[in-house]
């Protein structure tokens, strides 16, 4: 049983949080047709392109700052109902301008939201900008401008996610040095679609503190070995992984083994109402199936804050609270 601890995760995509329900609603405020993307109210997709495609239309139903705010301050509620003190949400401007709503009005829908959530709960969050992929580098390099220039309290990093086996990941390099010269903290969708050499890619060309997913890694030991070595923390998402048909089962999921190699670890949800799971759901199969201790779950969480993308004094309170 894992409801009596505290919890904290640094990889949830906003838009891939709305639950069926908000998204209908949001549908019908709007009057668009969901019937390709949602049935008896769950999300309809069957491989990674056609999640893709689903998410992307899911993300087309939410168009002002009030509709941003909406999401960030239910999604984040619910996570502190859980017993979450910590949340990164991943964020893209690039959906903010496909809606005509704008990058800037985008965030600050969500920091509204983040605010909110934090005066009724306490929970703190921060939001990380991502890079779309499959838009190729020149889109990712004027996201990570714009992220670079923002200068947002809430704004602490960058991401990369999209389609990992389009395009190489030496192509995104400059586009993680503007971010990295604004200090803001990095971490890259690797290892998830595509193999361990992605994962060797990410930390030879982008340098991160963190990778997300990374879990292909298993199929290098010299890999595993330098993930551990340098103290990569990963953002490991058991559920979204399994749901992706990443590996078949929990069963011959590596996060034991990538925890037994000396990997610094981390649990979080990704999607997740799109992959049928939430936080809470991430810590309680980590305990009954992937059999962690209560006390390894905690490490995991005090990972997460080590490794969050946050000042130190905050740091220092998050941790004092596990
Ligand atoms: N699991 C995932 N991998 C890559 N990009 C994503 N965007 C939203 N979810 C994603
Ligand atoms: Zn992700």
């Not at 993300?59 to 949340?87: C, K």
Request: net charge negative; proline share 3%; charged share 25%.
């Amino acid at each position: 049983m894992t409801h009596h601890l505290k919890k904290a995760e640094l990889h949830c995509h906003i838009e891939g949080a709305a639950p069926p329900e908000l998204a209908l609603r949001q549908a019908r405020k709007y009057g668009i047709d969901t019937g390709a993307i949602i049935r008896d109210k769950t999300y309809v997709w069957d491989d990674f392109t056609s999640f893709l495609k689903c998410y992307d239309s899911v993300a087309s139903l939410f168009r002002t700052e009030g509709d941003y705010a909406l999401l960030a301050e239910a999604y984040l509620t619910e996570l502190a109902e859980a017993g979450t003190i910590y949340s990164e949400i991943i964020v893209s401007p690039d959906h903010g301008n496909t809606v005509g709503l704008g990058a800037d009005a985008y965030i600050e829908g969500l920091a509204a939201g983040m605010d909110a959530a934090k005066a009724k709960t306490g929970i703190e969050s921060r939001m990380l900008i991502t890079g779309i992929r499959h838009l190729g580098p020149e889109a990712v390099i004027r996201t990570a401008e714009y992220a670079a220039r923002l200068r947002h309290p809430l704004v602490t990093g960058f991401n990369l996610a999209g389609e990992e086996r389009m395009h190489s990941v030496a192509e995104f390099s400059r586009a993680f040095d503007i971010v990295r010269d604004a200090d803001l903290g990095l971490t890259i969708h690797a290892g998830e679609l595509s193999g361990a050499f992605s994962v060797r890619d990410a930390l030879d060309h982008v340098r991160p503190s963190r990778i997300s997913h990374g879990v292909r890694a298993i199929e290098d030991a010299d890999l595993i070995k330098r993930l551990a070595d340098e103290g990569v923390v990963l953002e490991v998402c058991p559920g979204s992984n399994i749901s992706l048909q990443v590996f078949p089962d929990f069963a011959s999921h590596p996060l034991k083994a990538l925890y037994a190699a000396g990997v610094r670890v981390t649990l979080n949800s990704d999607d997740p109402p799109f992959f049928h799971t939430s936080l809470a759901q991430e810590y309680e199969i980590a305990s009954r199936i992937m059999g962690f201790e209560d006390s390894e779950i905690n490490g995991m969480t005090r990972t997460a804050i080590e490794a969050a993308f946050i000042d130190e004094a905050t740091r220092q309170r998050l941790l004092a609270a596990i």
